[in-house]
């Protein structure tokens, strides 16, 4: 199946989307259901014979903590958060094989 592009996408998913486009990889479902799981990671891509499963997350703001003479933006506790939350649902037995 070649996905395309659609408005109601998040823009990270629509800019991951442009990305797989402009690297020759067109073959990609876009939330597909897999019998048996639960979850549905953002991206089904199909390049070279493999399958590669993904799930794109965006930042809608930035949030600021106080530092030492001025404002800091903490970037690392939020993204850890994002990569523990999506590392769950890619511990299914099914993805196990998958990068």
Known sequence: MIASITQEKLISESLFEKYLVSQGMTEF?????????????DYTVYHNGDTYVFDV??????????????????????????????????????FKDKP
């Open 29 to 41: 479902d876009y939330e597909k259901v897999w019998d048996g799981v639960p979850t549905h990671p």
């Open 57 to 94: 997350k965006q930042f809608e703001d930035e949030t600021f903590i106080p530092a030492v003479g001025g404002f800091a933006i903490e970037r690392y506790r939020r993204i850890r958060e994002k990569i523990n939350s999506a590392s769950r649902q890619f511990k299914h037995q099914l």
